[in-house]
């Protein structure tokens, strides 16, 4: 056995996973509140590996933010804006059209879209954009859309969630995204994004997608007013949802951005922070096949060393983001293919550059120079 296990006080833990066994939100909160953040890799590492072996991935994508102009108004959010401020922004179709042809060019094979909650635009905006991107590249896979976006969309539409999710599936939308889950505990939610759909309501559009064949992401953002029992519990609503409906594709923890909001929380969850919760979320969500670890919050440094710490995935070449770069984030826009594969390269994984869903496009050829040494 691993020696750091071995004198672990979480070797009852490790022990459990290894037997095949689900850790419940006790273990759980153990693991977050050890300060033996070897073990707790360790354990998460062993978890990751049964899941993925040595492979790590990432996808080549681009964002596109079609508007941030937004109805509500979340505590924590930098990214909104109403009509009245200058730098309030919104894309006709045509111009997410030819974002869309230039980053074809890059080889992207994924478009991730999302926006506020637009006052004014009618749902016919949201059908004909989709319409007109998949005319561009019928291959190319569209994941739009956060939960909240969905119900403001069957609002607009006067139609049921399900019928508003049928609607935009034939219009070409491939996958939700995770986004806009923050944290799901009710008093938090009230702190940080008053006004937001519950944790009810995000569950149950994804709940709704799953049952339609559709596949979607989840999120948490931590490390602003939540304590880690609010994160066990997000955990834990996560992992039953899966259970009930499968069809979450990955997990994607982002650590919360201090910058430009009314949250009275001016430091960004440290690395060590950012590294445990990598490796709790690994080892408690047995039902998910895959973490990510979000370079555009953690910066690629870090997102490299958690792919030791249960991640298997870095996310996206991106492009162009502004939620988080409009909440500070110091990371670059984007990083290229080349560099997410030095990066695996470099931890010993084998690089994959995979689809929307997690699916392997192909694996890189192995690195010539580390061959020749
Ligand atoms: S987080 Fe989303 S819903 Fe909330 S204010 Fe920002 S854009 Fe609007």
Known sequence: MNFVIEHSELKDIHDKVEAGKRIDEADALRLFESRDINALGAIANAARARKVGNRASYIVNRYINYSNYCILSCQ??????????????????????????????????????????????????????LHALKA????????????????????????????????????????LTGGGAEIFDKEVRKRIARG?????????????????????????????????EDRVDHLRQLREQQDKSGGFTGFVPLPYQPENNDIDVRVPPSGYDQLRTIAVSRIFLDNFDHITAYWVGMGLKLAQVALNYGADDLHGTIVEEHIFHMAGSQTPQAHTEQEMINAIREVGRQPVQRNTFYEVIREVEPDPVSQAA
Not at 107 to 117: D, F, K, Q
Not at 203 to 225: F, K, P
Request: glycine share 6%; charged share 30%.
């Open 196 to 228: 937001k759909e519950s944790a009810e309501e995000y569950l149950a559009v994804h709940d709704e997608w799953h049952r339609l064949g559709g596949r979607s992401t989840c999120t948490m953002l931590y490390g602003h007013v939540e304590s880690l």
């Open 136 to 175: 561009i590249d019928d291959r190319l896979e569209l994941k739009c859309f956060t939960a909240v976006e969905i119900l403001h969309l069957a609002w607009l539409a006067k139609k049921s969630t399900r019928e508003t999710l049928a609607e935009l599936k034939e219009a070409g939308l491939s996958s």
């Open 76 to 129: 924590f959010c930098s990214f909104a804006r109403k009509k009245r401020d200058a730098d309030g922004f919104q894309l006709t179709a045509e111009e997410m059209a030819e974002k869309a042809r230039q980053a074809l060019n890059l080889g992207i094979t994924e478009l991730h879209i999302v926006g506020g909650l637009h006052p004014s635009l009618p749902f016919s905006y949201y059908t004909d954009m």
